[in-house]
């Protein structure tokens, strides 16, 4: 992808037939080119910009675990971004936890098991996941 290019605001002064008239457009053009250069230059975020939801769980190793979906369209895939102990003890992974989840007829996000997740009532974690429409 190439830079994007550099910025140059719309003036009225450049426009003098039409100056009775032209700053009316050439505000809202104006903040649009800011806010697009400000998004193209690392601004989008997953949050802001994504059909997406953004999940953080406390898992006890119970399941399932049903949560409500508040998007429009169905989850098409999910996964952990973040898991760690509750305690404080934290020890490294020798495999990585992966999500077993499903959308179900009710509505709800459904996280069925996170195998290779040590979670117990005694040793709970917090886990992020990110699940994305499609």
Known sequence: MSKIPEMRRIVAEE???QRDWIGKLIAP????ME???INLSRGLTFQ???SCRFIEHTDYGAYPV????NLRSKPAGAWIV???ELSGNHVNFTNAPYLDWEFTSNGSFRINAIPNLSSSASNPFLVKII???G
Do not use: G, S
């Open 48 to 50: 802001d910009n994504i």
């Open 29 to 32: 053009v104006n903040l649009f």
């Open 82 to 84: 973040y898991a760690r």
């Open 131 to 133: 699940a994305i429409t």
């Open 15 to 17: 426009f003098p037939e």
């Open 66 to 69: 049903d949560i409500a979906w």
């Open 35 to 37: 806010q697009v250069q």
